[in-house]
Every structure is written in C-alpha cells, then in structure tokens.
C-alpha cells in the first residue's frame, strides 16, 4: 500500500527555515514525479512544487518567488523541500505526493502532513 511520511516542521519566526523531508513507500519512487502541497485552515490544497522524477527539472508555485527548493534523493525514496526566508502566509500543514497537478497521483493516499508555522 502507499505511504507518505512527512517531516521536519516546526515552529520559526519570520525570515527563519525549515527542511521538510518526505519518505515514500508501496510504489516505484523513481518511476514518479513527486509534488509538495500545502492546505491552510479555510483554503484549498494548493501545489508547492514539483520535481520531476529523473530530478532534472523543477516547477514552483509562484507564490514561492525562489524561496524554496525542492529536492530529492531516489536511492532512498525521500524527497525535500528546503525553505528559506519564511512568511506568516507560509504556514500551513505541508503534504507530499506522486505526480505533478492539482490531483495527485495516489490521491486517496495522502500522509499526515507535517505543521509549519510562522509567526513571531
């Protein structure tokens, strides 16, 4: 069965970073472009960002405005999301998944998320 397992969340000021890690199981990892999402109390999930699965091409909301990278590493089905210089509207509870649209791949698989909040 798919799994996701997200983590590394937290509690950071404003201006501070986080590394989110997101570990993947039940399906070929390699075989998939994987996306980061986010869903804030009241508002819809909305898409991160993405990578695509050989890892050599990249897709960021633009919201992100080149604060965040996306990353991942296939040998051991994990997949990251460095986060720098963050906002109060940064905060949310971030997901992983497979695929690269607003409907995931494995969409009745989601994991529990991982909690960022920015706030001083």
């Known amino acids: 069965q798919v799994h996701f397992v997200e983590s590394g969340g937290g509690l950071v000021q404003p201006g501070g970073s986080l590394r989110l890690s997101c570990t993947a199981s039940g399906f070929i990892f390699s075989s998939y472009a994987m996306s980061w999402y986010r869903q804030a109390p009241g508002k819809e999930r909305e898409l991160v960002a993405t990578?695509?699965?050989?890892?050599?091409?990249?897709m960021y909301g633009n919201f992100v405005k080149g604060r965040f990278t996306i990353s991942r590493d296939n040998a051991k089905n994990t997949m990251y999301l460095q986060m720098d210089s963050l906002k109060p509207e940064d905060t949310a509870v971030y997901y992983c998944?497979?695929?690269?649209?607003?409907?995931?791949?494995?969409?009745?698989?989601w994991g529990q998320g991982t909690q960022v909040t920015v706030s001083s």
């Open positions: 998944n497979a695929g690269f649209g607003r409907v995931p791949v494995w969409a009745s698989s």
């Open positions: 990578i695509f699965s050989a890892g050599g091409s990249t």
